[in-house]
């Protein structure tokens, strides 16, 4: 689901012929990471052949969010020395693990672009998300919420787990509009503390 574009502050881009850097800040004025920026370009049509991998370790899921491009596969491995029951209720992709060790035989394909959220149904804490893409190129901002945007990019879609609107909404930016300002203002939000995943859930959902 898309929706409109963000709105750029004022200050200096860090452009040149081979892109430029695009800083993500939170409302606040904060540097904002772990914000993914894909590049709006026609859907990539190759095959995808390797298996990305969502672990879980010390009952987190690692990492936390991972980026894939549409038809990709993800393995599940556990690591922990406890058993796992892993699911998703998005409508990207609805799935489930049941209580399980190790690695399961079969990895999971992702078909259908968009947000997946993904909970276990044994410890609530474990929250991890796995962005689909449509391009092969995608972007996460790192700790000082910057990303380097391709020259040829014309517009970008952007994603932050904790942005205020809908989990499965991207903004789309046109980036000439930000080659001046250099900068994206994201508004997120902290979540409360929830006594389960699927309340987690469906309130970011608005349900």
């Not at 276990?120 to 945007?149: E, F, P, R, T, W």
């Amino acid at each position: 689901m898309t929706g409109p574009a963000f709105g750029a502050d004022t200050g200096s881009g860090n452009g040149s012929g081979n892109g430029y850097t695009l800083q993500l800040r939170d409302q606040h004025g904060a540097p904002l990471p772990d914000v993914v920026v894909e590049v709006v370009a026609p859907v990539y049509t190759g095959s995808v052949q390797q298996v990305a991998v969502m672990d879980q370790v010390a009952k987190q899921f690692q990492p936390k969010l991972l980026t894939i491009m549409q038809g990709q596969a993800v393995s599940f491995p556990n690591s922990d020395d406890i058993r796992h029951h892993v699911y998703s209720f998005s409508d990207t992709k609805r799935f489930e693990l049941k209580l399980y060790a190790g690695t399961p035989i079969q990895p999971i394909r992702f078909e259908q672009p968009g947000v997946v959220v993904l909970g276990c149904n044994i410890h609530d804490s474990m929250v991890g998300y796995i962005y689909v893409s449509k391009s092969k190129d995608v972007l996460i901002s790192d700790q000082q919420g910057a990303v380097k945007v391709p020259a040829y990019a014309e517009q970008v879609a952007i994603w932050h787990a904790q942005q205020t609107q809908e989990i499965d909404t991207r903004r789309i930016v046109t980036v000439t509009q930000l080659q001046q300002s250099g900068s994206v203002i994201v508004e997120t939000q902290t979540p409360a503390p929830r006594n389960t995943f699927s309340e987690m859930f469906k309130e970011h959902h608005g349900h």
